[in-house]
């Protein structure tokens, strides 16, 4: 029986992705900053553990907690919509420790065991707004695009020992909470300067037809994580299938 770790558990794509695993017969270790009992059907092969991506000490702990890993799913992100002119650098930081640094520090803590077996799978969740430029959100655009060309390297780098390393690239998802969990980081991000412009892309994205839901986005990982054909990009949801469809 394989064993999956998931990251940013608590809702959404993460949360989603962790019970259809468990569906497909899979151990889950479902982690998230701080636990619930939410998320947890009742199942020997379901259980949940702290982890927060951006402390290394939470990481070691969570790793050796799971014991042999089949899959890591690094899903843990956070969202930022705001003008770039009014982003604090601090708040730009944040969004890189998780999305991005979080990513790495995940990745390179398994990478060993991985090597070692030569075996295993490392699936990136990253976002569709790395294959077409949208605007207000360019540091969040900047975190899930560094994670691309990290993915696409490493998946080079690993090859020679049969570890596969993939991108699954969800679209715009206005049912999951992933907007509504930054708006306290998000408070001031959008200047006077910048209020027309940004009331025409919201009501663009209200207009949006074509959308992700977290069911598109936990098939994409199931099918990135079984892959055998050597894809790298898994798009999920309508909208992001367009989006790569015409890049």
């Known amino acids: 029986m394989k064993t999956v770790l998931i990251t940013g558990c608590s809702s959404g794509y ?7 695993f468990h569906a497909q017969g899979w151990k889950v270790v479902a982690t998230m900053r701080t636990p619930t009992t939410e998320p947890a059907p009742l199942s020997d092969r379901f259980r949940v553990l702290a982890l927060d991506v951006t402390r290394p000490d939470s990481i070691a702990r969570a790793v050796e907690a799971c014991g042999p890993l089949d899959v890591l799913v690094n899903n843990a992100g956070i969202g930022l919509f705001g ?3 009014a982003t604090p650098m601090t ?27 030569r075996a295993g799978v490392v699936v990136n969740v990253t976002s569709s707004a790395t294959l077409a430029p949208m605007p207000l959100v360019a540091a969040y655009t900047a975190s899930k695009t560094a994670v691309e060309g990290f993915t696409a390297s490493l998946a080079h780098e690993l090859r020679g020992f049969d570890v596969k390393v993939k991108l699954v690239e969800p679209g715009y998802a206005p049912t999951t909470r992933f907007t509504s969990n930054g708006q306290e980081r998000m408070q001031g991000l959008i200047p006077q300067a910048y209020a027309p412009y940004a009331q025409q892309v919201f009501a663009a994205l209200t207009q ?13 990982v199931w099918q990135a994580a079984n ?12 909208d992001a299938l367009a989006l790569a469809g015409s890049r």
Do not use: I, K, S
């Open 227 to 238: 892959d055998t054909t050597g894809q790298l990009h898994f798009p999920a949801g309508a």
């Open 208 to 220: 949006l037809t074509a959308v992700t839901t977290a069911a598109d986005v936990a098939q994409a």
């Open 14 to 20: 993460g949360l989603e992705t962790a019970h259809y």
């Open 91 to 117: 708040t730009v930081r944040e969004v890189f420790d998780t999305n991005t640094f979080g990513v790495m520090a995940m990745t390179q803590a398994v990478l060993p065991q991985f090597r070692a077996r």
């Open 83 to 85: 003008a770039f002119e």
